[in-house]
Nanobody, 115 residues
Framework: QVRLAESGGGLVQPGGSLRLSCVAS????????MRWYRQAPGKERELVAG???????NYADSVKGRFTISRDNAKMTMYLQMNTLKPEDTAVYYC?????????WGQGTQVTVSS
């Protein structure tokens, strides 16, 4: 079983920055990759960014150039550096993890962008 703990959410003004973290713990075998998803009120959950076991990354068009996903293998931690935040980035951000055991989700962390 893999446990995920997200942190770093909060309230920020438009144009500001936040860094989200997701720490994976437990018995991890055959790591495949990690992702960040988000879900805004009344909307479906959407993929924000992903990073594979070999370090390849991908981003939603809406965040390209503003968000950066990274991973610290030694700490089994994934990060999402979010810059130039916009009100439309407001959502609950979820960590997603995949290994040989399956897929696991974090509980989510709230990001609110408002003046």
């Amino acid at each position: 079983q893999v446990r995920l703990a997200e942190s770093g959410g909060g309230l920020v003004q438009p144009g500001g920055s936040l860094r989200l973290s997701c720490v994976a713990s437990g018995f991890i075998v055959g790591f495949n990759g990690m992702r960040w998803y988000r879900q805004a009120p009344g909307k479906e959950r959407e993929l924000v960014a992903g990073i594979t076991s070999d370090g390849s990354t991908n981003y939603a068009d809406s965040v390209k150039g503003r968000f950066t996903i990274s991973r610290d293998n030694a700490k089994m931690t994934m990060y999402l550096q979010m810059n130039t935040l916009k009100p439309e980035d407001t959502a609950v951000y979820y960590c997603w993890f995949s290994d040989a055991h399956g897929i696991f989700w974090g509980q989510g962390t709230q990001v609110t962008v408002s003046s």
